[in-house]
């Protein structure tokens, strides 16, 4: 084992009882601890049958997300998130920036 590695697997199979079909979703990613927590690079994919798209408001099927995120940790409860997403369906593709600070006291 490396410390500081973790892998992460999802899985999740609803069935509404509403339709014949099933709905799926599945995804994984592999995020590793730098520097005694400083710093958290995280690397993952996730398909979703349906996706509530954050900038339209809408909801895409069929979405495969593709994701690295980097979480610092400066000092104390400070920790400043970035994150890119590539969106992948059928109708369109979508590039998606996250910026995030949060203060824990």
């Given at each position: 084992?490396?410390?500081?590695?973790?892998f992460?697997l999802?899985?999740?199979?609803?069935?509404?009882?509403?339709?014949?079909?099933?709905?799926?979703?599945?995804?994984?990613?592999?995020?590793?601890?730098?520097?005694?927590?400083?710093?958290?690079?995280?690397?993952?994919?996730?398909?979703?049958?349906?996706h509530?798209?954050?900038?339209?408001?809408?909801?895409?099927d069929?979405?495969?997300?593709?994701?690295?995120?980097?979480?610092?940790?400066?000092?104390?409860?400070l920790?400043?998130?970035?994150?890119?997403?590539?969106?992948?369906?059928?109708?369109?593709?979508?590039?998606?920036?996250?910026?995030?600070?949060?203060?824990s006291f």
């Open positions: 084992p490396v410390e500081g590695l973790r992460h999802t899985g999740e199979l609803w069935d509404s009882g509403l339709r014949n079909d099933e709905i799926f979703s599945c995804g994984g990613d592999v995020s590793y601890d730098l520097r005694d927590g400083l710093f958290k690079a995280t690397v993952g994919t996730h398909y979703y049958l349906y509530y798209d954050r900038v339209s408001g809408s909801e895409r069929n979405v495969q997300v593709y994701f690295a995120e980097l979480e610092v940790n400066p000092w104390g409860g920790v400043c998130e970035f994150g890119y997403e590539f969106e992948d369906d059928a109708s369109e593709d979508q590039h998606v920036l996250d910026f995030e600070v949060k203060y």
